[in-house]
């Protein structure tokens, strides 16, 4: 048996640091792509000798590295990490396909960095030690803000610190929150350790009430911040909007906080001071971001910037799924993560496109694009579909498995967020009738249609959206074997008073 | 007899600066660049010495010198920034008249600070703390044709004989309550000391004297100054070097000697760290020359380590200890690097010669010098904490001991602090990478590049391997409680 967990790591990270070194962009892109296959390679071997039946740690890998902090080096993948190594792995290729063709500056650092965050992201994943886990965590910062600041837009300084300044101090107080976490448990077992299932485990037993709320709080205001929610998702419209199509492809990819939520704040949910509340919190801010995100979004002129809010309603998804804290709500947000992840870059490569080809991403100054852009019509008139929510994609299954299930906990907030599902529906269909049918607006001119390698991986990914939104046992399984061992971990319902 | 292998490094130390001054004499300015070598393995056979007597524990010399796991410690730090600049220098000193003295400065500088770190004597401690601080002013003002370079030596040398005063002064009053200057002595007679009142004013002096080697606020106002005009391959020994010394001294004499006083000099410090972080965080963000912004950002790093002293539980003493050795490298490095830049600037002529580290002078860096560029950035962010660097593991362990010790409002200060760190060491790092250059591509000379590349080393290995450094650091914690 190979390795796996580690090797996802390091594949991309060596091929990361020799891609550095390329001279020419077609030596960059192709290493990239070749790294990216190899990790793909990596993922699907990982896949199908994975067990989806088990909740346990597979592919586990521990090796000492600071004894005297309790500190290990120590790796794994279950079901909750699988499906997004699997997302990350699929869309890395597309991505450096789809972005082959463009010209810009330093194409060796831009197929490097996307390299880079791809091994920090897997690493957050696969890490089962805080201290590991931490590090990557930072790490995924730096690639992004370089990818903000050097190919970004016109306003990029400034997003590219609002992201990285914003998110670092939300970083700080989640190490806090370990901190809180490693010493108490410590005081409690008389043995360091970073361990990171050990450390959840162990919350439980820890006597005062307050501490136990001030861990859990900081903890996961780390992971709201970087999933985003509201109202800790200021950084999100700039930094999403003023990314090169990669990057805004890169933060999407960018599941860390919904993957911290299921594997660290879930499990220590019903054992904090006051259970009750903080379902009603994140129930509150998940239904909050669904109305939010869905009415802002509507008045967005900024094709891109209607991506990035619509982004925002449907990470509130997770949340709420998360606070209805049964197994089926649970794999519903964990599926929103995977499925987000696959529809979302589908429509920021559209709207990348379209910047490029037609020089603006103002709605109203486009029109008509589907005479000129047909097969770019099609892909994007799928992701938008799958966004709203169409049966049949992904999007839909997500959305419904967390809103069927999360209403036995949470009825008022389901209900918000099931009457926001007529706003999303208008705002994606308003944007898609405004910019691609309609009178062809003739000032845009002569508009060239997406390139070939842009069909295919755009193609690709619309495919595997369809695939799984008619067929979602392959991941979905998977979850419910975790989320359920989530749910069950403590006896939820009596926390829930319900 | 005493065992005079124990002091094995100072006398190399000690030697090899005497003999770079006494052989400097007959050679000719072309060939005095051996003797940037000469003292790079003296330091190097020095630093050799001290890893073999680790583990140790004796005093010498009727208990004035004390060889401990502290000691040896903070050794193995100034000896390591010593070696770090001993290397740059190679360069800075190519085809100068005055090579001797600045070398045989440089060692007889290490050599005061190795005898801090095992002073066991206030008079002992003081002689030692003067030799560095000498050594030190005159290196400072080494550019005699530089008006900056000389107002920063002439602040450095009036506040530090001021302070060396104060100091003095806080020795007399503690020798006067307890009749006697041995540390050792001095914590057996403490009561003498907690009773009288004189005590409390022995206290103020010394945290007075010694904040000023520390750089705390409001002690500080010497060290932007100094920082910034100076050599910068000095500044690089000031600031991982000679600022250390004002830690262990300080070390040694509140943790053991005045133990019993510890309820009026914790708050002290209290305040110190606080006001030293926040204080030096927020004037960086408005500087825009690099060395005083790397300036700045030493007191503000003075500060974290000084919560060490706020803390005191063992796990906060190693974070501090470790914390040392980990800014040697990335402030020694980092001010290496901005002397590769001011070199760059000097003798292409292109940037502003009246400020050559201006922030733009490092704009477009990462192309016309992709070592320095690199590694100023991995400097920068172990500055900031980001890991997997040194600042990132040092700030851990001393971040969390605070939370363990409860007291969070300390760590949250400490943590929003550098957050806000990030913001200027980002800007550094856009003006490398993200602004055009303005010059063309140059080579750099190897003495910079390998001492660059040193300081990187030990940033990573402290990073990525703490366990080591983190064990001789709880080893040296021991010895103060």
Known sequence: ?498 | MENLMFLAPEIVVAATGLIILLIGIFMSPRTKNVLGYLATLGVLAALVLTTQSFGTETTMFSGTVSIDALSQFFKLVFLAVSLIVSVASIKYNENSDHTEEFYSLVLFATLGMMVVASSNDFILLFCAFELASFATYALAGFEKQNPRSLEGAMKYFVVGAVSSALMLFGISFVYGATGTTSITMIAENASLLAENPIGLVAVVLLIAGFGFKMALVPFHMWAPDTYQGSPSVVSSLLAAGSKKMGFVAAFRVFLIALAALQPDWQLAFTILAVVTMTFGNVVAVSQTSVKRMLAYSSLAQAGYIAMAFVVMTPMALTGGIFYTLAHAFMKGGAFIAAAAVVWMITTQRTGDLEVPDHLDSFRGLGKRMPLVALCMTIFVFALAGIPPTAGFMAKFVLFSSAIQAGMTWLAVIAVLNSALSLFYYARLVRYMYFLPPEGKKINLPFPYSAAILLSTAGVLAMGLWPEPFLQWAMEAAKVLI
């Open chain 1, 1 to 498: 048996m190979l390795p796996v967990a580690s090797l996802l790591i390091l594949v991309p990270l060596i091929f990361a640091v020799v891609t550095f070194f390329t001279k020419t962009k077609d030596q960059a892109a192709g290493l990239a792509f070749l790294g990216s296959v190899v990790t793909l390679g990596l993922t699907l071997y990982a896949y199908l000798n994975f067990d989806s039946s088990t909740a346990t740690m597979q592919f586990f890998d521990s090796i000492e590295w600071i004894p005297l902090l309790g500190a290990n080096y120590s790796v794994g993948i279950d079901g909750i990490s699988m499906p997004l190594i699997l997302l990350n792995a699929i869309v890395i290729p597309f991505l450096i396909l789809y972005s082959w063709k463009e010209d810009r500056e330093a194409p060796n650092r831009f197929y490097g960095l996307i390299l880079t965050m791809q091994a920090a992201v897997i690493g957050v994943f696969v890490a089962l030690d805080f201290l590991v886990f931490y590090i990557f965590w930072e790490l995924t910062l730096i690639p992004l803000f370089f990818m903000v600041n050097i190919w970004g837009g016109e306003k990029r300084a400034h997003a590219s610190y609002k992201f990285f300044i914003y998110t670092h101090v939300a970083s700080l107080i989640m190490l806090l929150g370990i901190f809180g976490l490693f010493y108490a448990s410590w005081q409690q077992t008389g043995v360091p350790t970073f361990d990171i299932r050990e450390l959840v485990a162990q919350f439980q037993f820890f006597e005062s009430g307050l501490l136990r709320d001030a861990i859990f709080l900081s903890i996961i205001f780390g992971f709201l911040a970087k999933l985003p929610t509201f109202p800790f998702h200021s950084w999100l419209p700039d930094a999403y909007t003023e990314a090169p199509t990669a990057g805004s492809v890169l933060f999407i990819l960018l599941k860390i906080g919904g993957y911290g939520l299921f594997r660290i704040s879930l499990p220590m949910l019903s054992n904090t001071g006051n259970p009750k509340f903080m379902i009603t919190m994140l129930g509150l801010l998940g239904a909050f971001s669904i109305v939010y995100g869905a009415l802002v979004a509507l008045r967005q002129k900024d094709l891109k910037r209607m991506i990035a809010y619509s982004s925002l309603s449907h990470m509130g998804y997770v949340l709420l799924g998360s606070a209805g804290l049964v197994a089926l709500s649970i794999s519903g947000a964990m599926f929103q993560q995977f499925s987000h992840g696959l529809i979302m870059s589908i429509l920021f490569m559209s709207a990348g496109v379209i910047q490029s080809n037609t020089g603006t991403r103002i709605i109203n100054n486009l029109g008509g694009l589907a005479k000129t852009m047909p097969k770019l019509t099609v892909v994007m008139m799928l992701g938008f579909m799958a966004s709203l929510g169409l049966p049949g994609l992904t999007g839909f299954i997500a959305e419904f498995l967390v809103l069927a299930f999360s209403y036995a906990n949470l009825p008022g907030f389901v209900l918000l967020a099931l009457l926001t599902i007529v706003i999303t529906a208008g705002y994606h269909l308003w944007a898609m009738q405004r910019a691609m049918f309609g009178v062809y607006n003739e000032k845009l001119g002569d508009v060239r249609d997406i390139n070939p390698l842009q069909v295919f991986s755009m193609g690709v990914i619309a495919l595997l959206v369809l695939y799984f939104g008619l067929n979602p046992s392959p991941v979905l399984n998977m979850m419910i074997t975790n989320s359920e061992a989530i749910a069950s971990l403590a006896s939820l319902a009596t926390a829930l008073g319900v």
